[in-house]
Each structure stands twice: as C-alpha cells, then as structure tokens.
C-alpha cells in the first residue's frame, strides 16, 4: 500500500493504519478523534480492567493513551518515530466510567528529534496529566510498515 | 483485617494485596518476586496484546511494569502513596515473549514524600528502562483498603 | 515586615524579596517581568559566562531562569514551596546576547503539592526549553523569611 | 591540536578542555575529579552566590553541576553530544559550604543517542539530587571545538 502525497491525507492513513495496529490502544479501546501533521486527539474510557488497588485509574493506564496520542502525532509525517524518554505528571486522579482525552502537540521537529506535549483532560476539563515527550526519527518509513503488514 | 506490625511481613501482605487487586497488574499477568520495606521485584512475559504498530512492547505496558513495582515498594510502608510524577527513559526495545524484570528502590523518602528509582531489564541484563518517580504520602493506611474490599 | 492581604499585592512583594535574595538570580540578571498568583514571567540575557565548552548557552543556565520563574510562581501565594522533582528539554538553543524570558504557569495546585510549566522563549518567540516542575508546599511562610531578612 | 587516540587519554584531553572553556563551570568552580570513556566525577562548593531566598542551594545550581558531569562524560568518546532531555529530582537540599559531588554514568549509547545517569551527593553520602539525560550525538567531533579555539 502507498501513503498518500497530502500531509493530511497521509496523517489520516497513518493514525488508521497505528489503531489498528497497536494492541494495547485496541485493548484499552483507544479512539483516535482527530488527527492532523504533528497532532493528535485521542480518547479512551477508564474501565474496571484499569483499575489499581486504590481504585484510581492505574498511573500506567494513563501514561498508555498519553503514549499512544504521541505515537499517532510523532508518526504522522511518515517517519518511524521511536521515544526516547517521557515524563508524566498528574495533577489529579481519574475514576471508572470517566472519559479520557488526551491532545498531542509537536513542539519542536528537527530531522532526528522531536518534542511533544500532552495533555490529557476529563470531559469537565479536568487536567488528569501532563506528559512530555522526545523521539528519535528513525530512517524507516511508517508506510513500509503498512506494507509488511499487508503482506499476511 | 489488621496487617502484621513486623515491617517485612507488613510489606508482603500489602503486595499480595495489591497483586490481587491492581487490575492492570492482573491484566498484564505481572508478579511480584520480592518485596521488602521500599523494595519491590515485578516480572512480567510481553505478550502480543502490549505490542505497538511496529511490533515492538508498547512504551505504555513497559510504564505499566515500572509503575506497579514503583507502587508496591511506595507503599510498602503501610501508607497510601500516591505517584506525582514520573519520568522513563526507554534505552532499548523489548519483543513479544521476552521476560522483563522491574526492580524499585527507595532513594529516599521524607513523612510526605518519596523517591524511588526503577530499572526495567530483560533475563539478559540489557536495560530496557529507567524510571525516577516521586510520591506524596497521603493519610491514610493501605490497611484501611484492604479491610474495605474485605468488606465485600 | 507583613506582607500585603490582597492576593496580587502580596505576589509582588514576594517576587520583590526573591528577586532581591535569590543569589543566583542576581548573579545572573534575571528580571521579573511580570508576576501574579501563580504566574511569573522573568527574563535574562545569555552572558559570555553562561557559555559552555561549544560556545552555546549552559543548559544550566537555562535550567537557572526556569526554575526561579518556578518558584516565584510557586511562592507566590505566601506559602514556601520547594522543589521535588522537575524536567526540561531543549527543543532550540541559545546563544550569546539573546535575550530569554521564561513564563511560568500553575496547572495545578492542591494544599501540600503544586505542578507548573514554563516555557523559555527567544524575543522572536522561538521556543528554547520547556521545563515541568512539581513543587511540595511546606508548612512555614514566605513572610517568615522575609521577616529573618529584615532582621539582618 | 589532535586528541590522543587511547580512548582514556582521548577522555581526559577532553575533559580538560571542557573544564576550561565551560564557563559555567568555571564560575561555580567546578573540579573534574576523575574522567573516563562515558564517565565523569565533578566536584563544586556551595558559595553564598548559589544560594536562593531561603538560603538553600538553589536548584539551578545544583543542576548546573549535573549538567556538567553529564556534558563531561557524554562528549568523552570525542563526537559532540548535546542534551535533549534532562529530569532532576531533589530529595534532599544543600548549604553554603558544603561540597557536592557529582557522579555520571553512562546507562546506554547508541551510535545517535546517549542515556546518563547523574547522582549528587555530600560528603557524607547524601543524595542531594538524582539526575538523567538524554543527548543526541551529532556528527561533528569535540576535537573540531578544541582546534576553533586554538586558533584565537
């Protein structure tokens, strides 16, 4: 399969191609709403499988959807884009049956490395956390991937 | 029920606890090895559900491991510990069926707050992540919890 | 010496007193540009000594402005506030003569903990650090040591 | 001015140049006490000028010290190395007077990327600060900087 030329159009097959293709946010049944060059919007429910033994949303649940809004926002120029460290905090705790979203922003790209911030946000506005993260850029490309991936 | 005043045994029946109870430990088939006061040893197999779209260990389980160690040895001490922030450096990738081992330790830790590092390695050694994270100790006991699910 | 009863007032007294007694901010001309509860906005100049071995702006230095706009920010409602753990990256760098301004903003702010970001920028709005800080917040006041200040 | 070609001789060129030329380091009067491919030991006293309105050393300061020992050992291998990330945690302050070592560890490098590791501790073996890095290994070499300033 061929990506298409449009930064756009392609952003779009890239973030189809990482929902279903990425296990953990189909397990965490992760939607990504929206999706444009260098950004990502991306919800997800807290169920009782993300629960810890407070019964909070689980520190790695979050983190999960924080990662997975970078990984579609990182990716969606092409590149296969590797973290290379994160940071998260969180300013306040989420409960079962509340609805996540999480807004991945590219503050910085160069041609080996980006920057990018997430916000992650209940539907009042909330701010659950804030994550930070740096990639390396790879010199694969993501629609190579795509490929193999149609080949089984 | 009252947890054992010994602090050794006090730790093992709080991970017990919340190797029982922290959904996302059991979804991910996570043990706890040992567990001493402020010291924690996690493992857990990376299975097909944690991949990402390039059939590498999604940065969000290998968070999850981290996290569940670092919340086992924060609240080993019978206090409800709550993570504030948190930061993973990923060195190096991780594969379907390969074991990875989370050992937390105390750093330091104050009435309010602590400090524990985490390193991620596979059965090889190789290092797979570091993670730093920092608690606030809240007021109430980890045994408070325990006897709230007893309830049930 | 009282501090002011009025919120605003009272975080300009207080960013008057650190900017005056924090050593490392006069030591490197760093300027309070703006201050209000919870906000801070202070800039400095990249001097010939804040250079490192490559001839470009200590991350050091840069860590320095952040992280005092964070605790003018931080202090600012009366309360000392001491730093637990903080992150930065840099997206661009610095150089010589270029003037940076730091602004920092409270996301959060519970009674023991509070989480602030600062974004470091160039005169043409060209991001250079990006820096995450979660603050503990201690019993005694910001009064009190301007009090002892006084005294000397 | 060629560096040696024994990678330890080849670090400690390195590292001279780098204690002369960092002015930072040269301002806060930091001392490289020991050096060696991907590892470095520095050495700084607490003076009055790092001291921050409640008369703790301030937290760019000690970052400052991090940073460096994290500069020292990340360039030792002779590529330019330039730091993308960096997390610092504080569990415990410093005092005017007191002597702070820093102790960087190389935890991984790759041909693009480097993760360090930097612990700060007093004298008596207090964790001041616990620091990790992340630099981006550029293509060229410490030892074009060293010539560019033989030339002056």
Known sequence: ??????????????AEFM????????????????????FAKVSME????MLNA?????GGAIF???????????NSHGRVAVALSAQISYPSPAKEGEILQATARELSR????GLYQIEIR??????????????????DKV???????DDR
């Open 110 to 113: 160069t041609r080996r490395t």
């Open 46 to 49: 807290v169920t009782s499988k």
């Open 54 to 58: 407070v019964k909070l949303c689980h």
């Open 64 to 74: 999960s959807l924080a990662d997975f809004a970078f990984a579609v926002a990182s």
């Open 122 to 139: 209940k539907e009042d506005g909330t701010l659950v956390a804030l994550f930070t993260g740096t990639v390396f850029v790879r010199e």
């Open 143 to 149: 629609e190579d991937w795509i490929s193999k991936s």
């Open 19 to 38: 929902n279903q293709h990425d296990q953990l946010a189909v397990e965490f049944g992760m939607k990504i709403e929206e999706v444009s060059p260098g």
């Open 1 to 14: 399969m061929k990506l298409p030329q449009d930064p756009q159009r392609k952003a779009e097959a890239i």
